[in-house]
C-alpha cells in the first residue's frame, strides 16, 4: 500500500509558466488537503476537499486551483507561477474531515 | 485572528524528559493534534486530544487544558531519533487545522 504519492518531487519552473501538482491517495479517504510549509510558519491550508466532487478554499488560496473528480485524485494547479510561491506543498487526507492526516512526502517547488 | 504559540526551538539530553508546550487562541476548538517531523520529510500523526488530561502513548503522552487554551507533550527515553519538529495543530470550529511554525528539539548524546 502506497498511501499518498505526490508528483514531482521537485521542481524548478520559471515565472508565469502553469504547472499542476499531483496528489493520489489509495487509502479510499474522503478528504483530501494541500498545504504549503515555509520555513518559520506553520503548515497553511491551501484548498481542501471535503469528498469528491466538492472542493473548498483554505488559509492562502489565492493563485492556486484544486479539482476533485474522484476519491484518490486531487491535483493542485498554479495558473501563472509567481516567486511568492516557493515552497514545499504537502498534500494530505483523512477518512473522515475531523480525522488523523496522512501526508504525502511532498513537492519542492521553486519559481524564478 | 488564529494563533497557535510553540518554542522554536528546544535542545535535551539522549535518555532525559522534554515537555514541548503549545499555547492557541483559536474560533472554536475541535481537538488538538501533535505531529513529529523529522528534516525533509513529511509530518506524521502522534497523538490527538479533545477532552482535558493526559493522553499516554508509549514513551509519547499529550496533556490537553482547554479552559487555559494548552497543551504540551512530552517526550520521556529520549533517543536520538527523537531529533525532529513537532507541530502542534488545532481542529477549529470549521474543522479546519490551524498549525504552529513547529518545535525543533535537538537531541544531543
Known amino acids: 500500500i502506497a498511501g499518498i504519492t505526490q508528483a514531482p518531487t521537485s521542481q524548478i519552473l520559471a515565472a508565469g509558466r502553469r504547472m499542476t501538482l499531483r496528489c493520489t491517495q489509495d487509502?479510499?479517504?474522503?478528504?483530501m488537503y494541500w498545504y504549503r510549509q515555509d520555513l518559520g510558519l506553520g503548515l497553511r491550508l491551501i484548498h481542501y476537499?471535503?469528498?469528491?466532487?466538492?472542493?473548498g478554499k483554505g488559509e492562502v488560496p489565492d493563485g492556486y486551483s484544486v479539482s476533485r473528480a474522484n476519491t484518490d485524485d486531487f491535483p493542485l494547479t498554479l495558473a501563472s507561477a509567481v516567486p511568492s510561491q516557493t515552497s514545499v506543498y504537502f498534500c494530505?487526507?483523512?477518512?473522515?474531515?475531523?480525522?488523523?492526516?496522512?501526508f504525502g512526502p511532498g513537492t519542492r517547488l521553486t519559481v524564478l | 485572528g488564529q494563533n497557535i504559540d510553540q518554542p522554536t526551538e528546544m535542545t535535551a539530553t539522549e535518555g532525559a524528559i522534554v515537555q514541548i508546550n503549545c499555547t492557541y487562541q483559536?474560533?472554536?476548538?475541535?481537538?488538538l493534534f501533535w505531529y513529529q517531523q523529522h528534516a525533509g520529510e513529511a509530518p506524521t500523526f502522534l497523538s490527538y486530544?479533545?477532552l482535558d488530561g493526559l493522553e499516554e502513548k508509549g514513551r509519547f503522552s499529550s496533556f490537553l487544558s482547554r479552559s487555559k487554551g494548552y497543551s504540551y507533550l512530552l517526550l520521556k527515553e529520549l533517543q536520538m531519533k527523537d531529533s525532529a519538529s513537532y507541530l502542534c495543530?488545532?481542529?477549529?470550529?470549521?474543522?479546519?487545522?490551524?498549525w504552529g511554525a513547529g518545535t525543533k528539539l535537538i537531541i544531543k548524546p
Open positions: 494530505a487526507s483523512s477518512e473522515v474531515v475531523a480525522g488523523e492526516q496522512f
Open positions: 487509502m479510499r479517504h474522503n478528504a
Open positions: 476537499s471535503n469528498t469528491a466532487g466538492t472542493t
Open positions: 483559536t474560533s472554536g476548538f475541535n481537538g
Open positions: 486530544n479533545v
Open positions: 495543530a488545532v481542529l477549529d470550529s470549521n474543522y479546519q487545522l490551524i
